[in-house]
């Protein structure tokens, strides 16, 4: 059974930063593809960045420069350091974890992000 799990959350204010973090257990490999995603209000899920099986990333336009992903040694362990935040990166963020043997992703229960002054 797979099981994913974030933490890392909370409030800061414009210009700070927070570290998410996220462990999923139960897949077939230990360097699985995993990614971040979040959810503001009344808007759709968006990716925010991934890494793959290689630690190759990947990041969306309004993170670049602020936001790195990294893989916690040979495991399936990432994080996601966020600095210079800014209050529309405000939203539930989601870790994901794909397997490529079942061809599923599995995604945690999410962690609230709030950026305001």
């Known amino acids: 059974q797979v099981h994913v799990v974030e933490s890392g959350g909370g409030s800061v204010q414009p210009g700070g930063s927070l570290t998410l973090s996220c462990a999923a257990s139960?897949?077939?490999?230990?360097?699985?593809?995993m990614g971040w995603h979040r959810q503001a209000p009344g808007e759709e899920r968006e990716l925010v960045a991934s890494i793959t099986s290689s630690d190759s990333t990947f990041y969306i336009d309004r993170v670049k420069g602020r936001f790195t992903i990294s893989r916690q040694e040979d495991k399936n362990t990432i994080r996601l350091q966020m600095n210079n935040l800014k209050p529309n990166d405000t939203a539930v963020y989601y870790c994901?974890?794909?397997?490529?043997?079942?061809?599923?992703?599995?995604w945690g229960q999410g962690t609230q992000v709030t950026v305001s002054s």
């Open positions: 139960g897949l077939t490999d230990n360097r699985s593809p």
């Open positions: 994901r974890a794909t397997d490529l043997h079942v061809r599923s992703d599995y």
